[in-house]
């Protein structure tokens, strides 16, 4: 059985432009006062792991993963 | 159609950029702070150095090493070393440039097919690394690369073992997944984090000074060591910025006003501060793994490419550069990445266009690996798989497994069925890995393919052919794998010497078994002669030690000596002379051993057999094992010591068990002759049995020594006439086969049957022809086995005036040799009243080395309880009520 894609918050420290968007596959870009969110979906832990690495070699700064279940679908991809 | 690429290019070739720690740039800024801290992890057997990209963890590295007596091995890591044997062999190549002199000993290991442990690899690193006498450090550069779950063990594993004298540092952006908790609290691990690494403001202040022209107020330097935290980098970026601005007040409204991730702002920056023609050159290249001038001359089409290299090193931007005279480059992995983004944004339609020349650029210069990688970039698998056919033999011959299947995983499954090479290295790896039972699958799959186009379909056919003989082979169906060994080598090309070279061994072990033993030398000639070209050690190895093997059975024993040494010398380091050997020797100091031993240097072939055995063992190759028992229990037996051949027999027995059948006959063999040894007939008659053999078999050459013990079972049993019979019958299959030493045996057993009967003259001339093959090579133990009758036999030969001079060696070595002492044991036990049994000997010899009745039992695989009754049993037996009494009388005896 293949679990459903899951939605994902993830916060970091540095402030990102919205045209990183496409580097980190799909994700929405949403700039904070003292931080950036990424928010898409990831079809599982594995591509996770590889944003996250992604993130470490950039030398960006993760301040919090999250999993966003009771979010409204905000995935590009639709529902099913 | 995938050529096999020619051997000159190997695809290991060791990148040599990988073994140097970077050059150290002008600019970079002593950290004596730290380099104290680095001297003092000597004592921690593993020290992390762990920080994002950009904070100078290589330069620090670097500033020791080149600042430090200890002798250094470095080795940066790259994503293609995911493989633990291309990993292990770069940690090899890292030692061997600090003159330690590894490869020799360690590469055949790991190379080596069949079920050759990676922990048997790395016992034996930590064995020669304990050897050395100079204090010596490991530098693993960029070890964050590594996600190999299995490399991550076994470098744990090693960081535990390390002797004392070495220790490991690893640079990694993020922490290994090591389970480090235990060095820890043992005071074994040093850390260097990023509150240690970072710039503080006091040499943030100090480095500004040195590189910036302008004078930097106190606060301007605050803001800039804040906005970085420290990062180096970012520092280096920031005051080559600055330079391109006029004032350094406007340089400063833009820095401190701009808050966004600070990397990805310098690199815009620079790139806005440069003329096109550079910023072009950058986003470009940005896609490179490796810079030359030449490649980046052809991706970007920009003239005088250097000269841009040169500037970027000159002003430590981006780039590091990989060797000392130029002429290679990388990016800093941090900005190839702001790089690819800027490239991604502003001329996405380049992308592939630059994966595309630079996958051909890279082909046409023979870097397949980097030409694959650019194909896999732009999704062209037709081409990758091209590309991975032109290299994948090589790889699989270098024990690559890991590189192969992740290729081939990532290739769509119908362009891998459309690429017979790739099915090939498949089926090869199936063989390497010991996975047999789906070895015949990919086979047949592959010759149902339907590309199999005419310009290769000899070569692939070829493969196919020496991969089913290496499967026969390994199954021990001899016919079959004499036959496909055959047909391989009449279709593969002359320069496979990988191929050629398998299956020239596999030829000459199945003409072995058929007993065309001539036939079978001139195949291991061939391939020792094709493993040498192609320096495959592990054939080069194993043919010789068989070709020594075989020479030794057709009577040549020194030949087959020169064969072994010769093959043992290849092995030889330059360096430290360490007798320890390799685990892959094994095989050939048991060989040896057999020659030792026909020559009746005893105690020398008892010594050689020991360390075959126990070199084997460590190897763990069944095969390897097996052969060493064989060796091993002639030797005891040789010596008399019966209870410790019986011991190695079952254990013999016990490691057959995974063997084909056809191995078991070695021990049954060796069995046989224990028990005629000691005259109990009844026991090889229940073998005999057992194995269902009977005078009237057909008899082949593969079975001639199992004959053998039939033939001096019967002898003994006094059963004259079916004796002769049989052995006449035997001797025919000896002479065609050329095997001489075999030849002698049956001579010496016809030669004892005539003089029991009292045919002085038939013996006579038995025994003359046993001692024509005899003389010259110096075969003297083959006539020490058979007791009184036989000395008698050659006593009264040379009262004929035959052989005089020779059988008064063969005399001499009678008296001198351990052969009384065996007498003696038969007739220390004949004494008693009622003589102890086979199993209260062996338990008599294991008391008498110390152990207690519990370790006799275990020993034995016996219960405790069975043990004491042995115990109780042999007391009443010898008269005595202590283990000391025991041991003395059994001493007084000759009993052990």
């Known amino acids: ?80 | 159609m995938g050529k096999q690429e020619k051997h000159s290019d190997t695809p290991f070739t060791t990148i040599e950029t990988k073994l140097f720690s970077p050059a150290l740039s002008k600019s970079h800024l002593s950290r004596f702070k730290l380099l104290k801290k680095l001297n003092s992890a000597e004592n921690c057997k593993l020290t992390i150095v762990s920080a994002p990209a950009g904070y100078g963890k290589s330069t620090l590295l670097t500033e020791w090493t080149s600042d430090n007596d200890r002798k250094v091995a470095w080795l940066s890591l790259d994503k293609d070393d995911n493989d633990p044997t291309r990993f292990w062999s770069y940690i090899i190549a890292s030692l061997q440039k600090t003159s330690t002199n590894l490869e020799t000993v360690l590469k055949p290991i790991l190379r080596s097919p069949q079920h050759v442990s990676i922990e048997v690899f790395l016992a034996e690193l930590i064995n020669e690394l304990s050897d050395m006498r100079t204090p010596l450090t490991i530098i693993l550069d960029d070890y964050h690369v590594i996600e190999s779950k299995s490399i991550h063990e076994m470098v744990f594993q090693f960081i535990t073992r390390l002797p004392g004298q070495v220790n490991l540092i690893i640079a990694t952006r993020s922490d290994p997944p090591f389970p480090v908790s235990r060095l820890r609290s043992m005071g074994q691990l040093c850390e260097l984090r990023i509150k240690d690494i970072r710039f503080n403001l006091e040499e943030t202040t100090q480095f500004l000074n040195q590189v910036v022209e302008w004078d930097l107020s106190e606060e301007e330097i605050r803001i800039l060591n804040r906005k970085t935290e420290g990062w180096i980098a970012g520092l280096h970026l920031s005051a080559y910025s600055m330079r391109n601005y006029s004032d350094k007040n406007t340089f400063f409204a833009s820095f401190a006003g701009d808050d966004r991730f600070i990397a990805d702002y310098l690199v815009e920056e620079i790139l806005r501060q440069q003329p096109e023609q550079i910023k072009s050159f950058l986003l470009q290249t940005s896609l490179l793994n490796v810079l030359s001038d030449q490649v980046c001359h052809e991706v970007t089409g920009i003239d005088h490419c250097q000269s841009i290299l040169e500037y970027l090193e000159d002003n430590n931007l981006f780039i590091i550069s990989l060797d000392l005279n130029r002429r290679r480059y990388r990016y800093h992995h941090l900005f190839s990445e702001l790089l690819r983004r800027r490239l991604a944004l502003e001329q996405p339609e380049e992308i592939p266009r630059i994966h595309q020349q630079a996958s051909q650029w890279f082909e046409s210069h023979n870097l397949i690996h980097q030409s694959i990688y650019h194909a896999f970039e732009t999704n062209d698998y037709e081409r990758a798989a091209l590309l991975i056919q032109r290299i994948v033999m090589k790889l699989i011959n270098q024990g690559e497994f890991e590189t192969i299947n992740s290729w081939i995983e990532e290739l769509p499954r119908p362009i891998v069925e459309s690429h017979p090479w790739l099915g090939i290295a498949r089926a090869w790896e199936m063989i390497f890995s010991g996975q047999l039972d789906l070895v015949q699958d990919e086979v047949s799959l592959i010759s149902t393919f339907p590309s199999l186009i005419a310009a290769d379909k000899d070569h692939i056919n070829g493969h196919i052919f020496a991969i089913q003989a290496c499967l026969y082979s390994l199954k021990g169906d001899q016919s079959a794998a004499l036959y496909d060994s055959q047909g391989a080598l009449a279709l593969l090309p002359h320069d496979d010497y990988f191929a050629r070279g398998i299956s020239s061994l596999i030829l000459g072990l199945s003409l072995r078994w058929k007993g065309d033993l001539s036939a079978a030398i001139e195949a291991y000639t061939t391939a020792q002669q094709v493993s040498e070209k192609g320096e495959d050690s592990f054939v080069y190895i194993y043919s010789s030690s068989f070709k020594g093997y075989v020479m030794v059975l057709m009577g040549r024993l020194q030949e087959g000596y020169k064969e072994y040494t010769s093959a043992l010398q290849s092995f030889q380091r330059t360096g430290e002379d360490v007798q320890r050997g390799s685990p892959i020797q094994g095989l050939i100091y048991s060989f040896l051993s057999g020659v030792l031993l026909r020559w009746n240097r005893i105690d020398q072939a008892f010594e050689q057999a020991q360390k075959g055995l126990e070199l084997s063992k460590r190897w763990g190759n069944r095969q390897a094992v097996h052969d060493g028992y064989f060796f091993y229990t002639q030797a005891l037996l040789a010596k008399g010591d019966i209870p410790g051949a019986k011991i190695a027999i079952q254990q013999a027995k016990k490691n057959a068990e995974h063997l084909p059948p056809f191995q078991h006959l070695d021990v049954f063999f060796q069995e046989g002759m224990l028990h005629l040894k000691i005259q109990d007939l009844d026991h090889v008659a229940k073998l005999i049995q057992n194995l269902d053999i009977h005078l009237d078999d057909d008899i082949g050459y593969i079975h001639l020594q199992t004959y053998q013990v039939l033939a001096k079972y019967l002898r003994q049993r006094e059963d004259l006439e079916l004796a002769a019979q049989l052995l006449t019958r035997l001797l025919e299959i000896a002479k065609e086969a050329g095997a001489r030493s075999k030849e002698l045996d049956i001579y010496i057993q016809l030669a004892l049957v005539s003089w029991i009967r009292k045919d002085e003259r038939q013996a006579l001339r038995s025994l003359k022809s046993a001692l024509t093959i005899a003389e010259s090579e110096r075969h003297l133990n083959a006539f020490l086995n058979d007791g009184q009758s036989l000395i008698d036999l050659l006593k009264y030969a040379a009262s004929k005036s035959l052989f005089v001079k020779f059988i008064g060696e063969i005399l001499r070595a009678h008296s001198a040799g351990t052969h009384i002492g065996e007498m003696r044991y038969i007739e220390g036990n004949e004494d008693l009243i009622s003589p102890l049994t086979a199993r209260e000997l062996q338990v008599l010899c294991l008391l008498a080395i110390g152990l207690t009745s519990t370790e006799v039992a275990e020993e034995l695989v016996i219960s405790v309880g069975t043990a004491r009754t042995h115990i109780k049993n042999l007391y009443r037996k010898l008269n005595v009520h202590n283990r000391a009494e025991a041991v003395n009388k059994a001493n007084e005896l000759s009993l052990i």
Do not use: C
Not at chain 1, 41 to 57: C, K, N, S, T
């Open chain 1, 1 to 80: 059985m293949k679990s459903p894609p899951k939605q994902y918050a993830i916060k970091l420290k540095e402030h990102l432009e919205p045209d990183w968007s496409d580097w980190f596959d799909g994700f929405f870009i949403e700039e904070e006062d003292n931080f950036t969110l990424l928010k898409g979906e990831v079809i599982d832990q594995a591509e996770l792991h590889g944003f996250l690495i992604m993130i470490r070699d950039l030398g960006l700064t993760l301040i919090s993963v999250e999993e966003l279940n009771d979010l409204p679908d905000i995935s590009t991809r639709g529902s099913e």
